[in-house]
């Protein structure tokens, strides 16, 4: 039989009458003739507090103790999904990621999945099992340890299963119907797109939208699974949501494809460091050692050999990044004046694939902020997406006006 894969977030399995209504989404498929693997994600809200209850416990965390602590949300889940399908009398079981098992790399919190065997789950399928629940997430470290796939990470099992069973679709329902220009959190005018380029898509995730995962993007353009974002709380028809796809089966698209947001970054300035080769590779070393996930990184004109650094990162990493630094400056690995952490800041993107064809992009985007009298502190760009850093209090006013600017409220 035909495979489909069916993920459900958090607010769509958020309480006990969710999970019914989404087993009642699965019974059609299942009646339609699919087997069909179900991922879960925890219920809305647990995840972040059993992280809190982790950083409360201990700031430094031990990260393995912390995939065990957070993995468990799912657990839960995907037993109360099982049950509520038996009791439609759909046959199903539940699977947590180490009994199939998903195996992973031991990048506690941020684990890969390296691969997802499928003779367990296809033997019950062949056994007359019509549903395969199984705990998003989570995996298994080649150590025997719990792993944990990073925030999110119930959509990148969701496409790797899809990817290792051959699944027909790999369907993502969440709280919105689909993917739009930009958060629609953040303005009304956001439009939902019936189709967008999986490399789009890509550059969204990564930059803030947090929709998809950006590894479960990655894999899906890999591995060509047929990805689409619905929701979970409307009735659905086979072409429902959005289809994220190869750029060759969309056939018009505006230059720029949307807006994307991130709040929680952090602007950090090294200041009079050495202007001199290798010392940029001992800050970053340093850093990455640390597992402080850096993103823009500016350097100054330096004057009479001295030179300021600038990198951001997640605000919940400048901890980390500030003992590093610390930590090389006392043992004389590097010499700089002080490190100025800003934690106010946000980064806000334009991306579209129109943007190797088309020029003037990223000058209308500095003029547009500029209008609303927003200050730009660090940019970066790519072929497809041009991001800056502004002060954070100004981020919905940036997005809005970004919005309006390049029209995205109107189809192409
Ligand atoms: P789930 O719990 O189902 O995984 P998430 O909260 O992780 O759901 O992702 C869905 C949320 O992503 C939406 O509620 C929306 O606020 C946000 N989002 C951000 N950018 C976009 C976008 N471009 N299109 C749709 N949703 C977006
Ligand atoms: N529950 C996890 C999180 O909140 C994984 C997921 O929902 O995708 O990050
Ligand atoms: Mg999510």
Redesign the pocket.
């Known amino acids: 039989m035909p495979v489909l894969v069916m993920k459900f977030?958090?607010?769509?399995v958020a309480n006990l009458d969710r999970i019914r209504r989404a087993a009642k989404r699965v019974g059609v498929e299942v009646a339609k003739g699919y087997d069909v693997i179900v991922i879960v994600?925890a219920m809305?809200g647990k995840t972040n507090e059993l992280v809190g209850w982790v950083e409360e416990t201990s700031p430094l965390f031990d990260a393995r103790e912390y995939d065990a602590v957070v993995s468990s949300g799912e657990n839960v889940t995907a037993g109360l999904m099982a049950l509520t399908l038996q009791e439609m009398d759909v046959p199903a079981r539940s699977w947590q990621g180490w009994q199939v098992p998903v195996k992973t790399t031991s990048a506690h919190s941020s684990a890969r999945i390296e691969e997802i065997p499928t003779d367990n789950i296809k033997a019950k399928f062949d056994q007359g099992m019509r549903v395969a629940v199984v705990a998003g997430f989570q995996g298994i470290s080649p150590e025997g340890r719990i792993t944990t796939l990073g925030r999110?990470g119930?959509?990148t099992t969701a496409v790797a299963f899809a990817a290792a069973f051959g699944a027909e679709r790999c369907d993502i329902y969440?709280?919105?119907d689909?993917?739009?220009?930009?958060?629609?959190?953040i303005t009304d005018k956001?439009r939902k797109l019936d189709r967008i380029a999986f490399e789009e898509m890509l550059e969204?995730a990564s930059l803030g939208?947090?929709?998809l995962q950006t590894r479960s993007v990655e894999l899906a353009m890999r591995y060509k699974v047929k990805l689409r974002v619905l929701s979970s709380f409307e009735e659905q028809s086979d072409t429902a949501g959005t289809l994220v796809c190869d750029e060759d089966d969309i056939m018009e698209s505006n230059v720029v494809a949307?807006v994307?947001h991130s709040r929680d970054e952090a602007k950090m300035t090294l200041l009079s460091v050495a202007d001199r080769p290798g010392i940029a590779a001992t800050i970053f070393t340093a850093l990455s050692d640390a597992g402080v996930n850096v993103d823009m990184i500016v350097q100054n004109i330096s004057e009479e050999g001295r030179t300021d650094m600038t990198f951001s990162c997640p605000t919940d990493q400048v901890a980390r990044a500030e003992k590093a630094l610390a930590d090389i400056k006392a043992k004389g690995g590097l010499n700089f004046a002080e490190l100025i952490a800003d934690k106010n800041v946000a980064k806000v993107s334009v991306v579209g694939i129109g943007m190797r064809s088309h020029t003037g992009v990223a000058a209308k985007m500095f003029k547009v902020l500029s209008g609303e009298g927003i200050n730009i502190k660090v940019i970066t760009t790519s072929e497809i997406k041009i991001s800056v850093l502004i002060d954070r209090k100004y981020m919905e006013l940036a997005v809005q006006a970004l919005h309006d600017a390049f029209e995205l409220d109107k189809a192409a």
């Open positions: 977030g958090g607010t769509s994600s809305s999110g119930s959509d969440t709280d919105v689909g993917v739009y220009t930009t958060d629609p959190r956001a969204l939208a947090k929709v949307g994307a």
